[in-house]
């Protein structure tokens, strides 16, 4: 294990004094030497193990700090040196500080491994000029400057690929496993590895603006958000010391002069003074939530703030944009109507062959689903608004809306559909239909299935698309409400009532591609971006940026969310049970100040030891 | 004016919170945060006065923990 200057000499210091110390209870018990001999063999390790503290505290009761853990970890255990307790004292001391050595050690060890899963960063970048290649820092690239990546370079910007092909492995950022293949002209995001081939690409933002930085950024700071459970907390402290130090006053004085054994009453209190520490609490809540978001960004889940991962615990209503959340964003064509005396792939192949030269998507998709290469027209001629009209091998084909075939009077069967249909008629006579639809994201409905299980009661989509393809998908994804044909601001307006037809302590969460609907993810207890690989504006307005677009990471941050909550509850209870404990028994005088300083730090460890437990991200 | 700084060995979860709790209660001083995880401190205090407001901040970090330095 690591370990800094500063605690290499304080672990020196513990093995030497806990190696005198032994040395001296075993010569108070096995000769029969008086206390002026054996006093000076325990007082040696007890400065040796303590001498920062004392210091500490005799500088802090200058400042009129009295309750500071130092000072009543010096008052207890000169205490129990002058009431003669030797060898306890000196263990209370030795013990206390190898608690607060393994405290460092582990909160080092916890920020080492999110640095070390945030392994992101990337130190140099090869700028091609006109003299050759030279090695620069990433953040002496400017925009516009030619870099080549070798592979296994990490991309140190944001770019553009010029030339050459290959594969880049995206996992640092996504968590995805898969590579993504990149030629020229693809768009790639600083951070990623470039796994296979030589690329050259132009940069086209500096560092500082380019995605990595801005994750590395976000993940940093996202301590500085802290959950309503550390704020409890810390407030809880502030009145638990001095309510535990006035406990042990009123023990130590009052049972005396009633029992006159002050020597029994000042040990009770003195175990009183040494779990007065609210170090285990305070200490391993921030560790909890910085290792859940820790574990999160693994996954490709960006939490801004322990109070967003603190609130996805509580999520009940769950709502979601339709294109490009819950649905690919692409027209892809789901039937193929034809008429009579027609067949399914000709109606396509003629549809194809009429739209040879557009570029509309609907045109695009039709193409994507035809089988066989299109005919070339001989001529084109768009009727905007309507669709277009083809001569192919001296046939008229019209393909468009419902609009262009009756403006020509063609009569075309009433149909019900419910995603956008293509019209096709040849020589004046109607030959059916295609109904293109945006189709469900694979793990979708998979998606919404697992949030109910994990408790979300209300699950609703948002679109701007019309009430029939929106009543379809939210079926076919089992949502259980639907709001069509919204305008942006509609859907701030829903998500506000929304909010406020909640129960107390309920939380709603709004997903997004965090394009054109950042006032709803600000306006959401917790905002989803999703797919923000390179979406500046997303990372900016969301409280939650996943970094891919599949639907499924949500509910892996909900999982994540109630493992940490679950965590740091059991911190809690366990950390103030076992102080309670000790506080009762110490005052009926049935525990020792040995159990006491395990009370103390070595449930403070144990809070650690189980907050690191966050880090691992839960099986799905 | 927003600032954040680094907190060299900020050792003690508790005293994060005492630092934060003291910065925060200075004049002029709109928010503070320490935040022990990431052993930073931001800084929010008025433009004019933020000079002498980080300075009495160095000194009450210094009075919470002797140990705990503020990197500039």
């Known amino acids: ?79 129990a040196l002058i009431i ?33 899963l945030m392994d992101m960063a990337p130190d140099r970048a090869v700028r091609v000029t006109q003299d050759g290649e030279e090695e620069i820092l990433p953040e002496e690239v400017c925009p516009g400057d030619t870099l080549l990546l070798r592979p296994g370079d990490r991309i140190p910007v944001d770019g553009v690929v010029l ?41 086209s933002a500096p560092y500082g603006e380019s995605a990595v930085a801005k994750i590395l950024e976000l993940v940093e700071n996202s301590s500085l958000h802290k959950s309503r459970s550390e704020h409890f907390i810390t407030k ?39 779990v007065s520490c609210p170090c285990a609490l305070v200490i391993s809540i921030p560790l909890s939530f910085f290792g859940g978001i820790g574990g999160a960004s693994a996954k490709g889940i960006l939490i801004k703030g322990a109070n967003y991962l603190e609130a996805l615990a509580d999520v009940k209503t769950a709502v979601f944009d339709k294109t490009g959340t819950l649905t690919d964003g692409r027209f892809t064509v789901t039937q193929i109507c034809p008429a009579e005396g027609i067949t399914e792939e000709a109606l396509l192949h003629l549809a194809a062959s009429a739209e040879y030269y557009s570029a509309h998507p609907l045109a695009v998709s039709i193409k994507e689903a035809a089988k066989e290469p299109p005919a070339v027209p001989d001529r084109v001629t768009e ?33 019900e559909t419910a995603g956008t249909a293509v019209y096709i008629a040849e020589d004046g006579r109607y030959r059916g239909h ?11 409905a998979k998606t919404v299935r697992a949030l109910k299980k994990a408790g979300v009661k209300r699950c609703v989509m948002l679109t701007g ?67 923000a690989l390179g979406s500046d504006a997303a990372i900016e307005a969301a409280d939650v940026v996943l970094m891919d677009d599949d639907p499924f990471k949500i509910v892996t941050a909900l999982q994540i969310a109630k493992k940490t909550r679950r965590i740091v509850r059991e911190n809690v209870v366990f950390a103030l049970g076992i102080k309670l404990c000790v506080l009762l028994l110490a005052a009926l005088g049935l525990t020792s100040m040995w ?26 | 004016m927003r600032k954040v700084f680094r907190l060299e060995d900020l050792d003690c979860a508790n005293c994060a919170a005492k630092m934060e709790t003291a910065i925060a209660s200075l004049p002029g001083v709109n928010k503070a945060t320490v935040s022990f995880m990431a052993q930073k401190l931001v800084l929010d205090a008025d433009d004019a006065s933020f000079d002498v407001i980080l300075a009495q901040a160095e000194k009450l970090i210094k009075k919470v923990d002797a140990d705990c330095r503020l990197v500039k």
């Open chain 1, 383 to 415: 009727h905007a608004g309507f669709g277009l009209e083809a001569w192919l091998d001296g046939h008229t084909v019209l393909a468009g809306n419902v609009g262009l075939l009756t403006r020509e009077s063609i009569s075309v069967p009433e149909t």
């Open chain 1, 84 to 116: 003669g307790e030797y060898p306890e004292s000196v263990f209370v001391m030795v013990f206390y500080q190898t608690g607060e050595l393994f405290q460092s050690l582990a909160v080092d060890k916890s920020r080492r491994s999110i640095a070390d």
């Open chain 1, 236 to 274: 809880f402290a502030r009145w638990y010391t001095p309510a535990v130090v006035l406990g042990a006053a009123l023990l130590a004085v009052i049972p005396s002069v009633i029992t006159r054994e002050p020597a029994v009453w000042c040990y009770r209190a003195l175990i009183f003074l040494v």
């Open chain 1, 595 to 620: 159990i006491g300083v395990f009370a103390d730090v070595g449930v403070a460890v144990l809070a650690i030891l189980n907050a690191l437990r966050c880090l691992k991200p839960p099986k799905t």
């Open chain 1, 163 to 203: 030339s050459g092909t290959g594969a880049i492995d995206t996992s640092a950022l996504t968590g995805e496993s898969v590579p993504a293949d990149v030629g020229p002209g693809d768009r790639i995001t600083s951070g990623c590895i470039n796994l296979t081939g030589v690329l050259r690409m132009e940069a």
């Open chain 1, 434 to 444: 295609i109904t293109l639809g945006d189709l469900p994201k694979q793990n979708a």
């Open chain 1, 1 to 79: 294990m690591q370990m800094r200057r500063k605690q290499k000499k304080l672990l020196v210091r513990i093995l030497v004094s806990g190696a005198l110390l032994a040395g001296a209870y075993l010569t108070e018990k096995l000769t029969d030497l008086n206390a002026y001999v054996y006093l000076p063999m325990y007082l040696l390790p007890y400065f040796i193990a303590g001498y920062d503290v004392l210091l500490k505290s005799a500088r802090n009761i200058g400042h009129g700090k009295l309750f500071d853990e130092c000072f009543l970890m010096t008052v207890a255990t000169v205490g």
């Open chain 1, 465 to 531: 698309d019309r009430e029939a393809a929106a009543k379809e998908t939210a079926a076919a994804l089992g949502l259980d409400e639907v709001r069509a044909q919204l305008l942006p601001a509609d859907k701030v307006r829903i998500v506000e009532d929304l909010c406020a037809a909640q129960g107390k302590g309920e939380k709603l969460f709004f997903v997004g591609d965090g394009l054109n609907d950042a006032p709803v993810l600000s306006r959401a207890d917790v905002g989803f971006a999703m797919g």
